[in-house]
């Protein structure tokens, strides 16, 4: 069953460089249905569903790695099987000394529309992904945005206006 975020809720939490969890507000634990204790120490793809193609998590590792951050519509699984869909921003987290020391993700609640027409390439690039690998699924990707004339981040800007 898809359950939805409120119009102004945020869930954030944060990671260290492997991407295990290191922190999550409560809203963050709640909508997961898992308990803090679960989650802490947990690698963030605890949450991940299997409709995510996982050529997002590569664009989103290699922002990252580019110490850039990265806006993305991602759909999570909760504990008990239910999946709702975030609007995400994950960005470096550094210390003082300006070295990285782990991610954060800041999600609000994705517009309606944005989560329809992503829903639908997902699957496009899931399918392919299942075929060809990542290579497949990137060349769609590419594509698609190149037939709109716009880049990764525009599209998802768009989407979420
Ligand atoms: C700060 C941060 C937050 C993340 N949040 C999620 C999330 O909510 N859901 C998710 O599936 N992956 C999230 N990821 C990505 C996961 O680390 C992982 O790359 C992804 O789940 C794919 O996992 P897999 O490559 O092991 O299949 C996040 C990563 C970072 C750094």
Known sequence: ??????DNDFIVSKTDIK???TYGNETFIKMSGYLESELLNSPHN??????????????LWERLYEEKSINA???NKCKNGDY??????VTPSYNEKGEVIGYYS??????EKAVK????????????EKKEGLDGSFKLLKS??????????ELIIELQK
């Open 73 to 75: 519509f991602v759909k």
């Open 84 to 89: 709702y869909w975030v609007f995400a921003n």
């Open 106 to 111: 800041v999600r609000r609640k994705p517009k």
């Open 144 to 153: 698609i945005l190149d037939s709109q004339g716009v880049s990764y981040d």
């Open 19 to 21: 991407g295990r969890i």
């Open 117 to 128: 027409t992503v829903e639908a390439i997902y699957m496009d690039l899931l399918k392919v």
């Open 46 to 59: 605890i949450l991940r569903h299997e409709d995510m193609p996982a050529i997002v998590f590569k664009l």
């Open 1 to 6: 069953m898809q359950i939805y975020m409120r």
